[in-house]
């Protein structure tokens, strides 16, 4: 019977709260502060925990831009590496081909095409050294050439190497390169390269002893004269010239037709026997 009354009441109670529930529009007080303390807390549970996924996929996004930042750096400083080859290719290149065209110019000579492996600052103006020597058939006193026309002649042969002296060195105890001046009317006019003005890249022409007219765009070459350098090597052309008080030619500027400034590839010209006959 206990039993009995107990299942009966218990049953009539939970009927009397659903009915009461289904009547209220609002849980009961108590409920509601459960309701109440449960949402706070799930609140300042949740609050810091959604901050720390926050701040944990912002560093990693970090993380990945830093990476990213990095990759494209390299790929930067390769790309500009590259450019610098390509540019430094594209110079010999073109340099190479300047030479080949100069190679078939000289019919009366055999050419040998050497690279520039040295050229100090101290003497940027007098000298440089070139990758062939004796071994390859350099001979001393040979003609020098690069671009369009000669720079030089060759002073000192080693096993591997040569030393070669530029057409622009001005020092008191160079050789002198004898050159001489063609004019329009196909007249010689006989000198020395006395000098070399590197900022506007001009030779010198002096020592001047014939009366004869000379002009602007005259062509030159080597004269032959004292027998060190070649008779007809082109040299460059006529770009200035300064009168005595008799109207002479005294100073003659030359623009060289032979890079001086810079240069990396050279041609080392021999004379051919036909040639010397």
């Given at each position: ?23 209220r ?19 300042v ?5 959604d ?6 996929n912002s ?20 790309m500009a590496?590259d ?9 010999e290149?073109?340099?190479?081909r300047?030479e ?27 000298q440089?050294i ?20 000669l ?22 105890n ?88 810079s ?13 010397d006959e």
């Amino acid at each position: 019977m206990i039993v009995a009354l107990s299942v009966i009441t218990c049953l009539g109670l939970m009927t009397l709260s659903v009915a009461v529930r289904n009547r209220r529009s609002t849980p009961p007080v108590v409920q509601q502060f459960g309701n109440d303390v449960a949402g706070f807390a799930d609140r300042v549970v949740s609050l810091p925990a959604d901050g720390i996924g926050a701040g944990a996929n912002s560093l990693a996004q970090l993380l990945n831009t830093y990476d990213e930042n990095q990759k494209l750096k390299q790929q930067v400083d390769q790309m500009a590496q590259d450019k610098v080859r390509l540019q430094t290719a594209e110079q010999e290149n073109k340099e190479l081909r300047q030479e080949a065209k100069l190679n078939k110019s000289l019919s009366d000579y055999q050419s040998l095409t050497a690279s520039v492996i040295a050229r100090t600052p101290s003497s940027w103006q007098s000298q440089l050294i070139i990758g062939k020597g004796s071994a390859n058939g350099v001979k001393k006193n040979m003609p020098v050439l690069a671009g369009k026309g000669l720079i030089g002649r060759v002073v000192e042969v080693n096993q591997t190497n040569s030393k070669v002296e530029l057409i622009s060195d001005d020092n008191e105890n160079a050789n002198r390169f004898a050159i001489q001046v063609t004019s329009k009317k196909g007249e010689t006019v006989n000198g020395i390269v006395t000098g070399y003005d590197a900022d506007k890249n001009v030779l010198e022409m002096g020592q001047i002893t014939t009366k004869t007219k000379l002009e602007n765009g005259d062509q030159v070459a080597t004269s032959g004269l004292g027998g060190v350098t070649p008779k007809g090597l082109y040299v460059g052309k006529v770009v200035g010239i300064t009168n005595d008080d008799y109207g002479h030619a005294s100073k003659v500027a030359i623009r060289p037709a032979g890079k001086l400034g810079s240069v990396n590839i050279v041609t080392v010209a021999a004379k051919n026997q036909a040639g010397d006959e």
